[in-house]
């Protein structure tokens, strides 16, 4: 599995919480980005031998720009392309997913209620499902947002996974009753709101998961700054390897549900990527998370 996030660093909405809010970048900084993409899905054409996933995690909103829509397009179609995903705000139009091959295609939406109605959010969601697109829909778990998720979780379809990322940046920031209210719409958000105790614990990034950057560059993930080597001058093969993880914690989806002993691998199975739960995990949430 690939997390691949080129220089693009520009963002149509302005949330407040987001350092990449409406910024804008001029023509040369956009080209170097596109360059950059076509680039690496040169690179994972070449890679025939080997079954991939990929997921772009773009600081900002990728889909805006065509380049993307084209890559995604082209890498779905890619036979060793097992899954080709992206996290996005939705904002864009919809109709090239018809071009994409749509068992391999999969979207990681997020809804900002500051930033787009509601309604609006949710015709992009019912235009997903006519296309049959395998999606998930998240939300920062703002307290002022608490019937707008209510709403939002009676619209979507049951079936799709509606996921909260804990508000952190205030200690203690929600009440007990809160927390029962947030854990009744996703029943996985004690995991995103524990800060899980990852030194010494076995991750399966820098082995079977890494994250790739602009330049080539390979890092176990997002959260460890170390570069391991790059795509353009090794062979990728022989960089990989298994380690525990150095960083004293993990509270991001994108980095703890790759501890080996979460057990989330088993609930997320083909739809990490795209943070899609592949079954019920109902009994799997009365089991105790971990030994802190």
């Known amino acids: 599995m690939i997390l691949y996030r080129g220089p693009l660093s520009s963002c149509n909405y302005a949330c407040r919480y987001c350092p990449f809010a409406k910024n804008k970048e001029n023509r040369?900084?956009?080209?170097?980005?596109?360059?950059?993409?076509?680039?690496?899905?040169?690179?994972?054409?070449?890679?025939?031998?080997?079954?991939?996933?990929?997921?772009?995690?773009?600081?900002?909103?990728?889909?805006?720009?065509?380049?993307?829509?084209?890559?995604?397009?082209?890498?779905?179609?890619?036979?060793?392309?097992?899954?080709?995903?992206?996290?996005?705000?939705?904002?864009?139009?919809?109709?090239?997913?018809?071009?994409?091959?749509?068992?391999?295609?999969?979207?990681?939406?997020?809804?900002?209620?500051?930033?787009?109605?509601?309604?609006?959010?949710?015709?992009?969601?019912?235009?997903?499902?006519?296309?049959?697109?395998?999606?998930?829909?998240?939300?920062?778990?703002?307290?002022?947002?608490?019937?707008?998720?209510?709403?939002?979780?009676?619209?979507?379809?049951?079936?799709?996974?509606?996921?909260i990322n804990a508000y952190k940046e205030v200690p203690n920031y929600y009440t007990p009753t809160e927390l029962d209210y947030f854990k009744s719409i996703d029943l996985l958000f004690d995991y995103n709101l524990t800060r899980h105790k990852s030194k010494g614990r076995y991750c399966y990034t820098g082995k079977s998961v890494v994250t790739i950057d602009g330049e080539g560059n390979i890092y176990r993930c997002h959260f460890i700054k170390k570069?391991?080597?790059?795509?353009?001058?090794?062979?990728?093969?022989?960089?990989?390897?298994?380690?525990?993880?150095?960083?004293?914690?993990?509270?991001?989806?994108?980095?703890?549900?790759?501890?080996?002993?979460?057990g989330l691998y088993e609930v997320f199975g083909e739809g990490i990527l795209e943070r899609c739960p592949v079954r019920t995990f109902l009994s799997f949430n009365k089991k105790s998370k971990e030994a802190e």
């Open 227 to 262: 570069i391991l080597g790059n795509i353009y001058t090794q062979n990728i093969k022989t960089i990989l390897k298994s380690c525990s993880c150095p960083n004293q914690y993990c509270d991001c989806y994108l980095g703890y549900v790759h501890i080996k002993d979460l």
């Open 28 to 163: 040369k900084s956009l080209a170097r980005d596109k360059m950059a993409l076509l680039r690496f899905v040169e690179w994972v054409r070449e890679q025939s031998s080997d079954r991939i996933g990929i997921l772009f995690t773009p600081w900002g909103e990728a889909l805006i720009r065509r380049w993307y829509r084209e890559a995604i397009i082209e890498l779905s179609h890619i036979p060793h392309v097992a899954k080709v995903a992206i996290q996005t705000n939705l904002s864009c139009h919809l109709d090239w997913l018809e071009h994409c091959h749509k068992k391999t295609v999969a979207l990681w939406t997020t809804f900002h209620p500051t930033q787009v109605k509601l309604e609006r959010f949710l015709v992009q969601c019912q235009k997903l499902d006519k296309l049959r697109i395998r999606y998930s829909v998240g939300i920062v778990g703002l307290k002022e947002h608490q019937n707008d998720i209510a709403f939002l979780r009676c619209e979507l379809k049951r079936q799709v996974y509606f996921w």
